[in-house]
């Protein structure tokens, strides 16, 4: 099984290729999706959150090798199994920060539950510093798990507001099971906002 790890840098791939009025071109696709590497480092396969698993027809050398990485990834299904990928933007992977927990206010766009995972647009403001995310166990009960997110700002001044995508795999939270609910809070600069899932 491989690792899922945070993406560590914006890759862009712009693809071109001349053209001509009749030629139509695949829709492209933004979904969260996990990506991996094979042994050599190189970016080779697409896990997508609609259960779909793509062979890349652009692979890209020089990564951890044999990992997989969490991403917002814009692609186009060529057909077969194959995808071409335009650009990936990285994403956090949330771990529990139980132990470290802080809240500070941030920005959030969306929340929704996909595949494994429960994923978070988030709007931070930002300096360009270093922030931190994960999540706080607040309380497990007899089917029911009370987290919130972990967002550590540190001295990174509010100046300006990046988009940040994050994610949350619900098998890492301890003590439920299928079917059971999953309440996520976030504090936002407009106050404290909660979602609900299923495991």
């Not at 945070?6 to 890759?11: E, R, T």
């Amino acid at each position: 099984m491989k690792k899922v790890l945070a993406f560590p840098l914006v890759l862009l791939l712009f693809v071109t290729a001349c053209s001509n009025d009749e030629d139509v071109f695949p829709s492209l696709i933004s979904e969260m999706a996990d990506i991996l590497t094979d042994e050599d480092g190189t970016l080779y396969q697409l896990h997508t959150d609609s259960e779909k698993t793509y062979q890349l027809t652009n692979p890209v050398a020089g990564y951890k090798p044999s990992v997989a990485y969490r991403v917002l990834a814009d692609y186009t299904d060529m057909g077969n199994g194959m995808a071409m990928l335009y650009q990936l933007t990285p994403a956090y992977i949330l771990r529990d920060s139980t132990g470290c927990a802080q809240t500070h206010p941030t920005g959030i766009l969306s929340a929704w539950r996909a595949s494994r995972y429960i994923n978070l647009h988030l709007t931070p403001k930002t300096q360009g510093g270093k922030m931190y995310f994960g999540f706080l166990i607040d309380s497990i009960r007899p089917g029911k798990a009370f987290l919130s997110l972990h967002h550590n700002q540190h001295s990174d001044p509010l100046s300006y507001t990046q988009e940040v995508y994050a994610s949350l795999p619900v098998d890492s939270i301890p003590g439920i099971q299928e079917g059971d609910s999953i309440s996520l809070t976030v504090r936002t600069f407009d106050g404290q906002k909660t979602w609900c899932f299923k495991k």
